[in-house]
């Protein structure tokens, strides 16, 4: 059995035999000739299964430790694929703070066909404990929290979830299998917005979804076909491309944060930093809530946008981006306040990074002296 | 070897084991090769990304089987 760093580095090698191709070719037909009825060679039409794709599928459940995976068309379209699973009148216990989007698709989306959805902070187990009933199917955890950054104890809660017979979802987007591998550690379920690190250069929009034991997947897939929200083989490909580099990146992504994290903490404009000590996501809060938009126009190194996980540092104001579908009292109260930004730490120098956000905190410092 | 992957090129992330005397050096005639040190028995690494354990894990079985065929060292 090899290392993480091993597999990665060599996803799609000999794959393909015929020619020894190193780089694992995309198949982009959408169908496949049979030799005469019941004679198919494994494939038969492009949603059910794609040579490029399966790799892929393949290697993100040998990553996670899964016994299979589906890739699909965004981050979205995968929790839209688990939740397929479920019926009118179940129940989910979700992490309260959560992703904007994942709020939305369940309040917006779900719910009005009948799946009701509790949020509480899973960094407390007996707090999600306390939920269950006999109409709840399953727990969706973020670990760390989006974006507050906080923790909750995956082995714990599946321990609870075995007691109560219920699936334990993770969404494993910050930290990736680098970092944390949830089916390892009791889960059922692990989910990936792979538009992220996985894909680590803002050039593909993709989703994954791997699981774990033999009647979940076959529902999963049964879904997954029958859905159809499946992954193009080209972003199959480059996604694997992606995925090549991935521990490498993760180790300079953490030593920058880890940087970043110490010196924002020992600036006065600064009021909190939210890292929880390992990957390469940080919140932090600006002392007032007018200063945001100054500091957001000022730095120059660092560019200010939606999406994380890339080579390049970028930093999101939640409170407009992110969790705009949040409704205001609710996120505010949550924590996800009008002074917090978060902070998707990239590869670049950690001085250089550091650099740019003293001049732009300087800009806001004579901003508001000027201002005063 | 099973880890790396015998091809020309280099540069990869992935570890490449080249045979210059067949491949990158194939184009300059044997004497010439002889003279600059570039023996039939040399061989190319591009060290890839994968973790370095295992890498010489590799190294340490090809090598051992080599002995155990007992042809002489």
């Known amino acids: 059995m090899y290392k993480i760093d091993t597999k990665l580095a060599q996803i799609g090698n000999r794959s393909e035999t015929a020619t020894g191709t190193v780089n694992p070719p995309v198949y982009f037909s959408t169908a496949y000739r049979h030799e005469g009825i019941g004679r198919s060679t494994g494939f038969d039409y492009i949603r059910t299964g794609n040579p490029t794709r399966q790799l892929l599928e393949k290697t993100i459940a040998d990553l996670e430790g899964g016994d299979q995976g589906f890739a699909c068309s965004s981050g979205m379209a995968a929790i839209l694929t688990i939740l397929s699973l479920f019926q009118s009148g179940d129940e989910w216990i979700v992490s309260e703070d959560l992703y904007g989007g994942t709020y939305r698709l369940l309040e917006q989306g779900f719910k009005k066909w009948g799946l009701t959805s509790h949020y509480v902070n899973t960094c407390y187990p007996e707090k999600v404990e306390e939920k269950i009933n006999e109409n709840t199917k399953a727990i969706f955890l973020e670990t760390p929290t989006n974006p507050l950054m906080q923790e909750a104890d995956i082995e714990a809660i599946s321990k609870i979830a075995k007691q109560h017979g219920i699936l334990l979802i993770v969404d494993n987007t910050f930290y990736t299998p680098v970092l944390q591998q949830p089916i390892q550690l009791g889960a059922d379920i692990v989910i990936h917005s792979a538009t992220k690190y996985l894909g680590g250069h803002n050039d593909v929009l993709a989703g994954l979804v791997v699981a774990k034991g033999k009647e979940v997947c076959e529902a999963l897939a049964f879904h997954h076909n029958g859905a159809g929200a499946v992954l193009s083989p080209f972003d199959s490909w480059l996604l694997m491309r992606g995925m090549k580099t991935l521990s490498l990146r993760m180790k300079q992504h953490q030593t920058n944060a880890r940087a970043i994290a110490e010196y924002l903490s020992n600036h006065e404009a600064i009021t909190d930093v939210l890292y929880p000590g390992q990957g390469g996501m940080l919140s932090f809060r600006l002392k007032e809530e007018a200063w945001i938009d100054l500091f957001l126009q000022n730095i120059r190194l660092i560019t200010f946008a939606e999406s994380l996980g890339g080579t390049e540092s970028f930093i999101t104001y939640p409170a407009t981006q992110t969790h705009a579908d949040i409704p205001e009292e609710k996120r505010i109260a949550s924590g996800v306040d009008n002074r917090l930004l978060r902070f998707s730490v990239g590869i670049e120098d950690a001085e250089d990074l550091i650099k740019d956000l003293e001049q732009a905190l300087a800009k806001v410092n004579e901003g508001v002296y000027r201002l005063n | ?73």
Request: proline share 5%; charged share 25%.
């Open chain 2, 1 to 73: 070897m099973e880890l790396p992957v015998f091809a020309v090129s280099l540069g990869a992330v992935e570890s490449i084991l080249s045979y210059p005397a067949k491949m990158s050096h194939a184009a300059m005639p044997q004497d010439e090769r002889e003279k600059r040190g570039i023996k039939n028995s040399l061989l190319r690494l591009s060290v890839g990304l994968e973790n370095p354990d295992d890498i010489i894990n590799d190294f340490s079985q090809s090598l051992e089987k080599l002995a155990q065929n007992q042809l002489a060292f």
